[in-house]
């Protein structure tokens, strides 16, 4: 999936593996990995290898034969890793750049990342069970069970879990982070 679009995309620019993994600032076997279906890269490792194709992340699951109404099942969906690894987020909707809508469970003391980060998007976050903080610059908000936040993605944030249950989210980014 990840990996035959990367591929794809990379042929198409006559780019070797080599080349497109010192640009990104990953490595190759990495690299060789991700094309290949051995391992899924995290949101930072997609991040920089949109970049070089000055695409979104959502470009790279782009199917270019996807119909108009896509339709997600438990079990075929594709996942992202959070930068640090602690989280994966499962992917809702398809790549075609417009809308990201991610589904994620968070473990008690898990983090979306080690730091706050921003990026140019507006996020809506709906917390299905349990209770999420989201630091949002210096303030800190508790979002509970049936509510949701949404934030202008271009102030520092990240996501935690402070509690002692898990919490269960649904994340929408509009537009899907480059």
């Known amino acids: 999936m990840i990996g035959d679009r990367l591929h794809e995309l990379r042929t198409e620019r006559g780019m070797s593996l080599r080349a497109l993994a010192e640009q990104a600032g990953v490595s190759p076997t990495l690299l060789s990995q991700i094309e290949r279906g051995v391992t899924e890269p995290s949101l930072s490792t997609l991040r920089r290898l949109a970049g ?19 339709i997600s ?14 989280i994966r987020y499962e992917r809702l909707t398809p790549g075609n750049g417009q809308l990201e809508v991610l589904h994620a469970v968070l473990a ?6 080690d730091e706050l980060w921003s990026h140019p998007s507006m996020e809506c976050v709906y917390v299905v069970a349990g ?4 630091q949002v610059e ?8 049936g509510e949701s936040l949404t ?19 649904v994340l929408a980014i509009n537009p899907p982070t480059p």
């Open 52 to 70: 070089v194709f000055g695409a979104s992340i959502a470009s790279l699951f782009e199917d270019p034969a996807a119909p108009s109404v896509w």
């Open 138 to 145: 210096r303030s800190t908000y508790t979002v509970t069970a």
């Open 151 to 169: 934030l202008d993605s271009n102030r520092p944030h990240r996501y935690l879990n402070t509690s002692d249950t898990v919490a269960e989210i």
């Open 131 to 134: 209770t999420l903080t989201v």
């Open 73 to 86: 099942r438990p079990g075929e969906r594709s996942t992202l890793g959070a930068p640090n690894g602690q």
């Open 108 to 113: 008690p003391g898990e983090v979306s990342s």
